[in-house]
């Protein structure tokens, strides 16, 4: 039985030859790039305006049923969940798969009965690694990796640093040096640890996310601490356990000083954001926006590790910082309502939505908010965008189980 409609949209950005006239966008349900396909049989578009939406828009289209993100592979490729009711309806059927938008070539890489919908996490393209959640009860969820051209599935998550390979277990990070035959276990996991490590400039610690157990006050997740290890000593310690942390964004500084969205008001109506530098050499944190502690109502807040840019809304207005605090623009919203937004690989574009709080048109532009271009015609809510690997495409998801490729022509502006 299907939860909900859910809507994936995919946009290809293709650059203009330098002979053409065209000032902005076009987009039409009626040009020779742009091929409407006929629906999967599964499809339930009982809405008039989603399928005006497909006839204005879309040329490609895949109807699943998961609300996990799909993951880009390459700009053909895309990893997808889907699911279907179990044989006695009590439990679903869960598959990830791996799909080719160009040839429509689509491969079967895991499957599971479970009550629990998976999650996907990333993709790690040096070892064609995809990790993912899958949850075991209520108390604990297990994160498993698997290769996403065969399908194989790994023991354990694992990442490789110089001679180290760390492994994420059920008990804790392991960690094996291939040179000495060494083998010890550097944290005893007290939480639901994330799969993803911040190495330090020394090489010789790292750094990672462990849930507390505790909830936030509004009650919409679970606190983390950043833990930090000394993998010569095995040494384990709480950095800023006054801060209980978010989501870690990104380096600031790779390898010294990490941007962290400390939790602040999450899973309000908006998604409010309190950055915090954390210098994890030094041990010391401050706000990335120096004036947060008096003015703290920014939310959909974006960073950019290429650029070293940040870039948050509040009140009609988007502001976008560099790793020193420091505005380096800040202009009116385009339209009534921005939000969404998405930095590009590069950090020199980024996508974002305009119109009301509820749905909006999908626009790219330059970083700093010049050269907007409009990607669609039509409003719809849009709950995410997604580039892929070489910024040429967008991944476009609209509260639902569909995922739609529509080609757009990007203005020499």
Known sequence: MRLGLCLFLLLVACEDSKESEQQSPAVSGTSGEIQQLSAPDSMKLADGKLQSFLDRNADFYLDT???SQPIWIDDETLVYLDSEDSADGM???YTIYRYNIGTKEKKSLWEKETPYSPS???YRPSDHALLFAVTVDENRTQTLQLNANSGELAAYPQEKHGDWTMTFRPDGIWGENAASGKSVQWAKSTG??????YFLQDGKSFVFLEETGRRFADGSGIE??????????GRVTTLFPDQPQWDILGWAKEGEILLVDVAFNEGASQDYSYPILMDLV???S???IPDQANFSSYYDGIFSEEAGLFITHTDGQRYMFNMQGELITKHAWHGEFQRKEAFSPDGLRTAFTSGTFQEGKIFVGDADGEHVSAMTSDSMPVSALIWSPSGKRLLVQIDGHLMIAVDVYKSNQ
């Open 65 to 67: 049923a998961s609300y």
């Open 91 to 93: 439990q679903h059927v």
């Open 120 to 122: 996907l996490l990333k």
């Open 192 to 197: 639901r640890m994330t799969p993803e490590i």
């Open 224 to 233: 983390r601490n950043l833990r930090k290890v000394d993998m010569e000593t």
């Open 282 to 284: 030094q041990e010391t």
């Open 286 to 288: 401050k706000p990335l």
